[in-house]
């Protein structure tokens, strides 16, 4: 059973505290408007698509090489996860002004639907500082097979851009997990949140007029030895216990496996001062109905 706002039965199950949202520190309804524009914050956005257009030395570039396979896979199973509410990125917009200076954060978020998503406490970060430009226009989403988001054709019909970039030394969680609480990211030592660990970020993220929908394109960088150590299902954790994944789930194995014959890159290795993949993807996000999710508690 997934775990519900009120289901608190095992380790694996959630529920929500109420009070204080862990995205802002208000409560919920103490939400501010950006002058005149009638949006009010926080605004939290789920992504509803994910298309890789690169992962480490790999493109999409629509060649069969092997890592463009495993880009397709990955991307393929994000696409399925997504749909069944078990991957759930959220990006929420803490705050905005009349200046165009912004707070965003990016969240995971576990539940059965956009109505009943609360934050996976682990991957809860600090709001970080953005801009909000409303005469750019960079992003729309995109109606071509395998993409979610392509380059504006005009300007019509969007409110405006954000543009946000973290440090190397800020890391965000990107946490999923099966229908039965199973996590899909497990770290065998526990040192660290059972999720995927993102550096580096940078986003660009295109709203249109009403502020309800999205379309981006983010990169963040995946370091080597972080993927040594984390434990990956695909999809599904079945299949036999791996030796170098003890007390994760059966049938997960080290992420660097998944990624084999993957290269790593000059960009996020020279941030990161050690091997490191960039990954690149195309978003789109729908606004949720709920300002900012509780944390699951």
Known sequence: MLPTATDSSSSGNVTVD??????????????????????????TYRFDCIDIVQIGDSDDDGQPDGDAIQGTLLENTWAADIDAFKLNIMLTVAARDEAG??????????????GDLCTEPTTVSE??????????VQWQPSSAMGTCSEPAASSDGFAGTYTFELAASDTIYIY?????GTVFNCTPDGGAPDAVPLHAITATVTVDADEQLSAGQLTGCLVDSEAQGLCSCLGVCAGAANPDCGGCPDGSVPLAQL???VGATDNCTALMGETAYDLTVGFTSRRLDVDAPMTCG
């Open 18 to 43: 109420t009070t204080v949202s862990p995205e802002t520190g208000v409560e919920p309804t103490a939400d501010t408007t950006a002058g005149g524009s009638g949006v009010t914050f926080p605004a």
């Open 176 to 180: 999923a997990q099966d229908t039965d």
């Open 127 to 136: 709001p970080k500082p953005a801009s909000f430009d409303p005469t750019v």
């Open 259 to 261: 990624l084999a014959g």
């Open 101 to 114: 200076m912004a707070e965003l954060l990016i969240g995971s978020g576990i539940g059965t639907s956009a």
